[in-house]
């Protein structure tokens, strides 16, 4: 019957999810994958399936865990609106209060909002940089330290695919004393019990599942600024596998989870602050994600955009169901949405990759089948 490679559990309402995630498999749209929901903090479905490589010799388990890509944004953004909550960090200042070498080449007035938002010009690097340096964290945010922006901070949103990590990182560095990635395991993974890593410890390799690469790379460029962002350095999928890549903190794009962990983190955000009956965030300090901080056609991504603090809005592109809803999605097609109004959570995290940066069909079908049943009653 179809579903029963699906695993988990899965509140009766909401079955059209299993059979969903079962036809994804039995189609090969998928290979392996979990997708998770909560609603007012109770997980109502944690499902997975299929297989963890393209040889379909380690099956997807339940503490299965892959690469997210972009998804590990809102990871940071969380991150960062914990250490703003408490009063320690005012996105409205200008980032050079916090990083003073970050004043360098014009960029004295560019506000921590403008990081969060992808508006500060800073979508690359102007000097050519090898894969491996992303490794190298003093490098990469020296090198942003010194550059110009590339267009007029504030003007205008642009995707900042990797660099956004680093940037958000290193305020967060200079205000903790401690890496991005700790602070985010030390005050939300480990308090939450939480499978989410910004920096993988060696232990945990063997649960990794691989990803399988898209039919197509990042090769269609409009413009130089497209160009300088995605081939300096090139997105190389096979880096994933690699130790150095898991190890190292690359914030916007290297975090490793699963829909669970995905799922029950970002259930702080849809529940005022508050998940597995601990309080780590005031109401107000996560509804500031949804303030609008820049919109327009996203000079990179060559879309239509609206970016809250850190996150997606709803909008032209993503019409979603209420208002006070945030998401944003990882290259290949992981996702996460945290409706605030409903106060709910869906998380899709797969290995087989799409060719998109911020999501695809797959996941929206699996989160239409939720948002059907949750208005059916």
């Known amino acids: 019957m179809l579903g029963n490679n699906i695993h988990g559990i899965c509140q009766d309402r909401?079955?059209?999810?299993?059979?969903?995630?079962?036809?994804?498999?039995?189609?090969g749209a998928d290979v392996g994958l979990?997708?998770?929901?909560?609603?007012?903090?109770?997980?109502?479905?944690?499902?997975?399936?299929?297989?963890?490589?393209?040889?379909?010799?380690?099956?997807?388990?339940?503490?299965?865990?892959?690469?997210?890509?972009?998804t590990t944004k809102t990871m940071t953004a969380l991150t960062a609106l914990l250490v703003a909550d408490r009063g320690e960090l005012d996105f409205a200042a200008p980032v050079a209060r916090y990083w003073p070498e970050f004043a360098a080449n014009g960029k004295a007035e560019v506000t921590v909002a403008q990081l969060m938002s992808h508006s500060a010009g800073l979508s690359g690097w102007e000097v050519p940089i090898a894969h491996d340096d992303l490794y190298d964290w003093a490098k990469v945010t020296s090198l942003l330290a010194a550059q110009a922006p590339w267009w007029q901070p504030g003007s205008a949103p642009g995707y900042h695919a990797i660099t956004q990590g680093y940037l958000v990182g290193e305020v967060v560095r200079r205000i903790t004393g401690k890496s991005l990635g700790t602070v985010f395991r030390e005050e939300i993974a480990e308090p939450l019990g939480a499978d989410f890593h910004i920096g993988l410890p060696a232990s945990e390799d063997h649960r990794v599942a691989n990803l399988i690469p898209?039919?197509?790379?990042?090769?269609?460029?409009?413009?130089?600024?497209q160009r300088k962002t995605f081939t300096n350095p090139g997105v190389d999928v096979a880096a994933t596998r690699t130790r150095a890549w898991r190890g190292a903190e690359i914030p916007a794009a290297g975090g490793t989870g699963n829909a669970r962990s995905v799922a029950e983190i970002h259930a702080l955000l849809a529940n005022g602050g508050v998940a597995k009956g601990k309080r780590l965030l005031s109401e107000a300090g996560c509804r500031k994600a949804l303030e609008l901080q820049s919109a327009g056609t996203d000079l990179i991504l060559g879309i239509p955009i609206r970016y809250g603090m850190g996150f997606g809005l709803p909008g032209e592109l993503?019409?979603?169901?209420?208002?006070?809803?945030?998401?944003?999605?990882?290259?290949?097609g992981s996702l996460i949405i945290i409706d605030m109004d409903a106060r709910a959570t869906f998380s899709y995290v797969m290995n087989k990759m799409n060719s998109g940066l911020t999501g695809d069909p797959r996941s929206f079908t699996l989160i239409g089948a939720m948002w059907m049943a949750m208005a059916a009653g």
């Open 214 to 225: 898209p039919p197509d790379s990042i090769s269609a460029f409009s413009t130089d600024i």
């Open 318 to 332: 993503v019409p979603l169901p209420n208002p006070n809803t945030i998401y944003w999605g990882g290259y290949g």
């Open 34 to 70: 979990s997708f998770c929901a909560t609603i007012e903090g109770e997980t109502v479905v944690d499902l997975w399936g299929g297989h963890a490589d393209e040889a379909r010799s380690r099956p997807w388990e339940a503490d299965t865990i892959v690469n997210v890509y972009s």
């Open 14 to 27: 909401f079955a059209a999810v299993r059979m969903g995630m079962a036809a994804n498999l039995a189609s």
